[in-house]
Every structure is written in C-alpha cells, then in structure tokens.
C-alpha cells in the first residue's frame, strides 16, 4: 500500500530493534522497577478486565492504543489518551498522515479522556503543532515528544482533581481511516514523504 521503500525501512527498524533492544519500552520500565503487566487476550476481555481490578489503578494511559475501549474497562479508573491531531478534528487513524495530505500548516497533540467512542473523549490539553517538515516520520516523532509532555501535564492535573475540561465538540469532527491506494498517490503528489 505505502511501497517497497516504506515496507523496507520499517521492516529494518523493526528487525533492529528486536535485535538490539535498545531504549525498549521494558528497559525503560525495568530501569524504573515498574513492573510489566502482559495481557494474552483483548483488553475488554473478561480475563484482562479481572486482573487490571486487581492492580487497583487510579488512572489508566493510552499511547498507541488499538483497540475500543468498552465500558467495563473504562469502569475501572479513567483512561488518557494520546492522539496527535487537533481534536475534534481528524479523529481516527494515522492523523499525521492525513495531515499531511491536507497540507495542514499546524496540527496538534490532544490529551482526552477516553469514552467509548473513537477519539470522542472530553480534552485536559491540547497543544498546537507547527508543521514544518513534509516527513511523516519527523512529524510522528515531534508530536510523540510534545504528546508527552502534555500527558504529564494531564495526569498531573488529574492529580490535583477537577480538571477544566475541553469540549470535543461532535459537530466539529472529522473521522480518517485507513489511507487506501489513492490517499497514498495524493500524499505523494503534494510533497508528502514518509521518511
């Protein structure tokens, strides 16, 4: 879908990294003795829902989350979610893709409260996003670093209680899947690169 160059360079990071394990998110947690929490089935299975309970969260966090959350597991505690878009704009899928394709000028990170919709949460934060740089993978990775930033800024306002809340407002939205052949070609088209 995305060409021989995209599959071949992802396809080397990933062997990389399996190889070396470098910066791993388990070296990370290891390296600060948080323990690591494997589910082996969905997490709104029955299964994984009984043993996040028994964990006692207070608050749940979503990077790359892929799946739906359902009720029963947003029942547990509340759950942030990181989404690199201006929310309520471009929810979905591959948001840095799509704005690239639209020659945005400015994106965004968005830190929401999770609900049983897709990317339909209330904000805590929300932080603008020059574009200044036609890479898809740069652009991952600016809005990745800030997202951070502001996740913390979110669990810490948690913390505190009674976070001011941002409407993400139904009638603003706009839903992006999955790129199909033809959203490639016009990414490419408009100067879009993925790397």
């Known amino acids: 879908m995305f060409g021989p160059s995209f599959f071949l360079y992802y396809g080397l990071l990933y062997i990389v990294?399996?190889?070396?394990?470098?910066n791993s998110i388990s070296k990370i947690l290891a390296s600060h003795s948080i323990p690591i929490i494997n589910l082996d089935s969905s997490i709104?299975?029955?299964?994984?829902?009984k043993k996040i309970k028994s964990l006692g969260a207070d608050l749940s966090v979503s990077i790359l989350g892929?799946?739906?959350?359902?009720?029963?597991?947003?029942?547990?505690?509340?759950?942030?979610?990181?989404?690199t878009?201006?929310?309520?704009?471009?929810?979905?899928?591959m948001p840095t893709f799509w704005v690239l394709k639209n020659l945005e000028k400015e994106t965004a990170v968005s830190i929401f409260l999770v609900d049983e919709g897709i990317d339909s949460g209330p904000i805590l934060v929300q932080r603008p996003?020059?574009?200044?740089?036609?890479?898809?993978?740069?652009?991952?990775?600016?809005?990745?670093?800030?997202?951070?930033?502001?996740?913390?800024?979110?669990?810490?306002?948690?913390?505190?209680?009674?976070?001011?809340?941002?409407e993400n407002n139904a009638a603003d939205a706009t839903y992006f899947g999955f790129p199909g052949r033809a959203d490639v070609k016009d990414f490419f088209r408009v100067g879009g690169k993925f790397f």
């Open 17 to 22: 990294s399996k190889v070396f394990k470098k």
């Open 44 to 49: 709104n299975s029955d299964r994984s829902i």
């Open 129 to 166: 996003v020059v574009i200044d740089n036609p890479k898809q993978s740069e652009l991952i990775r600016k809005t990745k670093k800030i997202g951070l930033d502001a996740m913390l800024e979110a669990i810490d306002l948690m913390e505190i209680g009674n976070p001011k809340l941002i």
């Open 66 to 83: 892929n799946e739906i959350f359902k009720k029963p597991f947003l029942d547990l505690c509340p759950c942030l979610n990181l989404h």
């Open 85 to 93: 878009a201006p929310l309520p704009k471009y929810r979905g899928l």
